[in-house]
């Protein structure tokens, strides 16, 4: 029972660099989500899908990409990574909007 | 705009002893409310929600929260803490028509011997 798996679970970048992030949920969920989480901050809305092939802005989308080919992944993109975006990055997964979200471990990105 | 504020951003209390965690929102539309626990270096774990009905939720844990619609406030309590409940505590709001949920800044709990 996998629930929300996330890849790599850490990550050290240098500045200019690019990488993927992947998440894959097993709860054939409708919606996906994709957070960072700074220090003081809370839980900050990336990019969000509401379906396969959809995409959407959430409170801070600058830097980043985001990409839904298949319902069970959701991929965050950095294609040139900056200090400010190191970060805890979690990946969440619901059935609806309302409903609960179930969240991965987690990703810890440092970028120097 | 909508908004979680969560005023206190640590709370100290004895092992045993009653905890109360708040939650304030401004949200134009009924929302549905909810309170997650991080333990350190995990995900976030739902602990209740309220989206209608009885304002007097029960979750897991334990734990329990009030919807008062007069006060904008949705309170997480519990009667009597263990050192287990050391984590921090995230509220959120959502509405009907919105496709995602905004987190508060969260409070992390410390826990007395």
């Known amino acids: 029972n996998a629930g929300v798996t996330q890849t790599p679970k850490f990550r050290v970048l240098k500045t200019g660099q690019s990488m993927t992030l992947l998440c894959a949920q097993d709860?054939?969920?409708?919606?996906m989500y994709w957070y960072r989480q700074d220090p003081g901050m809370g839980l900050r809305l990336i990019h969000y899908s509401v379906g396969e092939g959809t995409t959407a802005k959430g409170e801070v989308p600058d830097g980043y990409n985001v990409s839904r080919l298949k319902k069970q992944n959701f991929l965050l993109g950095l294609e040139s990574a900056a200090p400010s975006q190191t970060s805890v990055y979690f990946c969440a997964s619901s059935q609806a909007a309302k409903n609960i979200q179930y969240f991965g471990a987690g990703t810890r990105l440092s970028v120097l | 705009a909508q908004s979680v504020t969560q005023p206190d951003i640590h709370i100290t209390v004895s092992e045993g002893a009653s905890l109360e965690l708040r939650c304030n929102y401004s949200y134009g539309a009924t929302p549905y409310l909810f309170w997650y626990v991080q333990s350190p270096g995990q995900g976030l774990q739902l602990l209740l929600k309220y989206f209608s009905g009885d304002t007097l939720v029960q979750g897991i844990k334990g734990f329990e929260a009030e919807f008062k619609r007069s006060q904008s406030s949705f309170n997480l309590r519990k009667p009597s803490v263990h050192w287990s409940d050391a984590a921090e505590y995230f509220c959120a709001v959502g509405a009907l028509r919105d496709d995602k949920i905004i987190f508060g800044k969260g409070t992390r709990l410390h826990i007395l011997p």
């Open positions: 709860m054939n969920h409708e919606y």
